[in-house]
């Protein structure tokens, strides 16, 4: 059984006419269609008599379609591409306004509103709307048959007699065009126009007639002078611009001398809006990062600068609300943007608290997800997303290479947000850096990532209770409804109005399904991830450390939040999760996320790299000075005056030892109240009549003479 869809042509057996079909209800039960052949307006059928009646045969499902328009760009010139963008700019909104168009009440609301604002008649409007049933539902049905009216357009070809306008000025009559010299045209355009050097075209024309209609004849002083060939042989540019306009539309000239990728940013027509036909809020979110202009300073040594942050943020499209955001240190890339999605997901009033911030629900009330995510194609299409898409349902989609303007809503807050608040912030990237004299803007940063965070929070607030949306078009229901544009009123309006009811699931089920995967390590000091150590009951209770310690490390599964570091989670086989925490020992790392320790611990790196180098400077020294005190020695032993035998060095060594022993004692014994005059070394030195020695110090002396005399 063949399904039925959207776009689909069958045949009637009957009388032969194609039909089109051009909606199907989502519960599969109507089914409008459109006869290509009649031009009927569309008849709204029951989808199980039309599937019956295709199994049965009597409709049969046609493999090509004989009426939609397919155009290469080439073929596509500027006056067909402007006559269908101006047709569909009068009519994508009466044809997405599906299935109301295709009902007869619904389609004569439309009409006669479109009447109204545009002052066409009711006969061109529906003589369009056929045109873009019978030709696929796509834009390019409006594409205009130019090639059915008349002659113009159609190349001529000339012959012996020069054709066209005879020259007003000068007595030659020129030249026709014919195939060689429109491949000489094609050549001179190739090689300077369509350039990245951006020519003019009367250049391509002067270097075409040195090179094709120029002789060089060689001078008797070895060079050589330039002569034209006749004015009757030499095409004029009037010629060579009318050909290449004819041949070459803009588009074409734009994307050789400019680039795709610039004229798709650029010069690329904009017939579009990024929000149109979303139904309500939630429907879709943009996200898109960017590196801030702003350098920060580390939270566990503020003398510390540690470069510019990643700043994630997500908006509504329905609403433009600020739907959630993450600034890290780390990416652009998936952790960060998973950060982002999980904050959009999550409850505001708990984020905010965390950064010293209070609110209530009704003040930001995102904490939904979204059906569509808009955003860059590295992030959404790494194998991260599946997870996404799979626990969460929520489709995916990228936007075109070098097409920012795809997420024009998300790049717009980007520039409000550097504009409104970080351009005013210490540390702020400035323009004039390297010129002569101007200052150095990093030597300024005093804010933190944790800091940064709490102002880009109260500018999303600020932004979503109170910015007035001056270029935000309300529909007809809003105006009705007094809806002022503004972020919070729009979602409110649009949770009560529009599609239905948001979908939300338990704040921990999000986190799982986005929080990034990794795997740590058991050992004997505990469970090591990325440089931390933590630890949890099961562990201490199944004795997987005394385990380490006997049998070696093993690997465990875990999941963690890279903006809090504070916990990471173990998935054990069975669905179930552990939640570890630090060691005592390493509770300096509290609160602490993931880049301000990768950033700790890479700068302590360096810093015993850097001790490294002096500790071995200062190890050298010691070896010298060593090697100094044995040449010392040696040199004594050579000047000794009576050598003695290897029996003679060591049959006294006890007696040896002893008179070292006493000469030490002498040496080192301790002198209190030392006069110069006195002897040094000697315990026993009597005091002088103004110094008296007083009875506890006198017996201290007494039992160490005592001591000494007993050895």
Not at 187 to 203: C, G, P, V
Not at 597 to 622: F, Y
Request: hydrophobic share 35%; glycine share 6%.
């Amino acid at each position: 059984m063949n399904e039925l869809s959207v776009n689909l042509l069958l045949k009637s057996i009957d009388c032969g006419h194609l039909m089109r079909i051009l909606w199907v209800s989502p519960e599969r039960k109507g089914v409008y269609l459109f006869n290509c052949d009649t031009l009927e307006m569309p008849e709204l059928v029951e989808y199980a008599d039309l599937q019956k009646l295709t199994d049965d045969g009597l409709y049969e499902i046609q493999e090509t379609d004989p009426y939609f328009v397919t155009v290469t760009p080439e073929q596509l010139n500027e006056n067909k591409r402007q006559a269908r963008d101006r047709l569909w700019s009068l009519m994508a909104p009466l044809v997405t306004d599906e299935p109301r168009i295709l009902d007869k009440r619904g389609r004569n609301q439309i009409l006669a509103e479109t009447i109204a604002k545009t002052g066409k008649t009711r006969g061109v409007l529906q003589r369009y709307l056929k045109t873009y049933w019978k030709r696929g539902k796509t834009q390019n049905a409006f594409i205009p048959d130019f090639h059915k009216r008349g002659g113009k357009g159609v190349e001529h070809r000339g012959g012996a007699v020069k054709m066209g306008r005879p020259r007003k000025y000068g007595d030659s009559v020129g030249v026709n065009v014919d195939d060689a010299i429109k491949a000489i045209f094609e050549s001179a355009i190739k090689k300077y126009y369509h350039t990245r050097d951006e020519h003019s075209l009367q250049h391509a024309y002067d270097m075409m007639i040195k090179e094709h209609y120029t002789r060089f004849i060689p001078q008797d002083n070895g060079g050589s002078k330039a002569e034209l060939l006749p004015a009757d042989k030499i095409p004029t540019i009037g010629q060579f611009r009318y050909w290449y306009g004819k041949k070459h539309g803009v588009t074409e000239k734009l994307i050789k001398r400019k680039g795709e990728t610039k004229f798709s940013l650029d010069h690329r027509a904009v017939t579009g809006k990024s929000d149109f036909g979303i139904m309500g809020p939630c429907a879709k979110y943009q996200i898109d990062a960017t590196i801030g202009d702003i350098y920060l300073v580390s939270r566990f040594n503020r003398a510390d600068i540690i470069g510019r942050p990643v700043i994630y943020f997500i908006i509504d499209v329905f609403s433009r609300m600020v739907a959630g955001m993450y600034v890290g240190l780390e990416g652009p890339s998936w952790a960060g943007m998973m950060m982002a999605i999980a904050n959009a997901c999550s409850d505001k009033v708990k984020f905010c608290a965390e950064y010293g911030i209070t609110i209530t629900e009704e003040e930001w009330p995102c904490r939904y997800v979204p059906n569509v995510i808009l955003g860059d194609r590295g992030e959404l299409e790494s194998k991260s997303v599946e997870t996404l898409i799979s626990t969460l349902n929520v489709r995916v989609e990228n936007a075109l290479p070098y097409r920012g303007d795809m997420k024009g809503i998300i790049e717009q807050y980007f520039k409000t947000i550097n504009t409104n608040a970080i351009e005013f912030l210490p540390g702020h990237v400035k323009k004039d850096i390297g010129e002569r004299g101007s200052k150095d803007y990093r030597i300024g940063a005093i804010l933190d990532i944790h800091q940064l965070t709490k102002i880009l929070i109260q500018s999303a607030l600020y932004h979503n209770n109170q910015h007035l949306l001056e270029t935000f078009e309300r529909t007809a229901d809003m105006i009705a409804d007094d809806v002022p544009p503004i972020p919070l009123k729009l979602w409110n309006w649009g949770i009560s109005h529009c599609s239905g009811l948001p979908r939300s699931f338990p704040e921990d089920a999000v986190k799982l399904a986005l929080m990034p995967m990794d795997s740590a390590t058991v050992t004997a000091k505990g469970i090591r991830f990325k440089g931390l150590y933590y630890i949890c009951e099961r562990a201490v209770s199944e004795r997987w450390f005394e385990t380490a310690r006997a049998k070696g490390s093993f690997k465990v599964d875990v999941s963690y939040d890279p903006r809090n570091m504070n916990r990471i989670y173990i998935r054990q086989s069975d669905g179930s999760i552990d939640s570890c925490h630090f060691t005592e020992w390493q509770e300096k790392y509290t609160d602490k996320c993931l880049d301000e320790i990768i950033h700790l611990h890479e700068a302590a790196k360096q810093a015993q790299r850097e001790h490294e180098h002096k500790e071995m400077a200062s190890k050298m020294d010691l070896s010298a000075a060593i090697d100094s005190v044995i040449a010392e020695a040696e040199d004594m032993a050579r000047q000794t005056a009576i050598p003695k035998s290897k029996s003679e060095r060591t049959k006294n060594i006890r007696d040896n030892r002893q008179n070292e022993k006493e000469a030490n004692r002498r040496e080192e014994t301790f002198v209190l109240n030392n006069d110069d005059s006195n002897t040094a070394g000697s315990a026993t030195t009597p005091q002088t009549e103004s110094e008296p020695v007083s009875p506890a110090l006198a017996m201290i002396i007494k039992q160490l003479e005592e001591r000494l005399n007993e050895k």
